[in-house]
């Protein structure tokens, strides 16, 4: 994992911090190291990969559309879903299964 840590930071803040801020028994205030803190949570709770994107879904689709998003929901690809606007991705390697089940259920709808 590339970047610098919050202790790092933290570390910077109070070795750098202003003269007048040394007397304090914490040079740098409690809510700004939790603050940072939070942070870097925030960033190493998000994860990376590859997915594909499904947004080509009109309005008159909307059914169409739940039924995609359950569909792979129970098989375990969706990661993540929008309803305004109509989209969802899914895990790269369901590319073929997902656009076979898009292609029945319009050709059973039409």
Same mark, same amino acid.
């Given at each position: *994992?590339?970047?610098?840590?919050?202790?790092?930071?933290?570390?910077?803040?109070? &070795?750098?911090?202003?003269?007048?801020?040394?007397? #304090?028994?914490?040079?740098?205030?409690?809510?700004?190291?939790?603050?940072?803190?939070?942070? &870097?949570?925030?960033?190493? #709770?998000?994860?990376?990969?590859?997915?594909?994107?499904?947004? *080509?879904?009109?309005?008159? &689709?909307?059914?169409?559309?739940?039924?995609?998003?359950?569909?792979?929901? #129970?098989?375990?690809?969706?990661?993540?879903?929008?309803?305004?606007? #109509?989209?969802?991705?899914?895990?790269?390697?369901?590319?073929?299964?997902?656009?076979?089940?898009? *292609?029945?259920?319009?050709?059973?709808?039409?």
């Amino acid at each position: *994992k590339m970047g610098i840590t919050a202790d790092q930071i933290i570390h910077f803040l109070v &070795e750098n911090a202003h003269p007048l801020c040394e007397n #304090r028994h914490r040079p740098v205030p409690d809510n700004i190291t939790d603050q940072i803190l939070l942070w &870097e949570g925030e960033r190493n #709770r998000v994860t990376s990969g590859v997915g594909l994107l499904f947004d *080509k879904f009109l309005e008159s &689709e909307d059914e169409l559309f739940q039924r995609c998003v359950r569909f792979a929901e #129970r098989n375990g690809w969706l990661r993540f879903v929008t309803h305004s606007p #109509r989209a969802f991705v899914v895990d790269e390697h369901c590319r073929g299964d997902m656009r076979d089940f898009i *292609k029945a259920q319009r050709r059973a709808g039409a």
